[in-house]
């Protein structure tokens, strides 16, 4: 059974950044596109960046083109978020999956940005 687990979060201020991972147990992500999303309270759960299995092509949110940036260690079998210049409504619990998802969904981590 597949597990995504999500870390790298924590409280930051705005301005600042973090490095977000996301491991998979199970099995690899082999050729598949991997995926961000993040969910703020009392919100839909949203897309915030993808990447393709070679790193070629990579999606993001009009609300972090610029800021956020998606990579992945195929052979680590990780996908990384790293986040610049947060901004408080960046608040959220951030999780990965497949695009479009499939997999289970992870605990997340918790990613809050103070004004």
């Known amino acids: 059974q597949v597990q995504l687990v999500e870390s790298g979060g924590g409280l930051v201020q705005a301005g600042g950044s973090l490095r977000l991972s996301c491991a998979a147990s199970?099995?690899?992500?082999?050729?598949?596109?991997m995926a961000w999303f993040r969910q703020a309270p009392g919100k839909e759960r949203e897309f915030v960046a993808a990447i393709t299995w070679s790193g070629g092509t990579r999606n993001y949110a009009d609300s972090v083109k610029g800021r956020f940036t998606i990579s992945r260690d195929s052979f680590q079998n990780t996908v990384y978020l790293q986040m610049n210049n947060l901004k408080p409504e960046d608040t959220a619990v951030y999780y990965c999956n497949l695009q479009p998802p499939s997999l289970g969904w992870g605990q997340g981590t918790h990613v809050s940005v103070s004004s």
């Open positions: 199970g099995r690899t992500f082999g050729y598949s596109t």
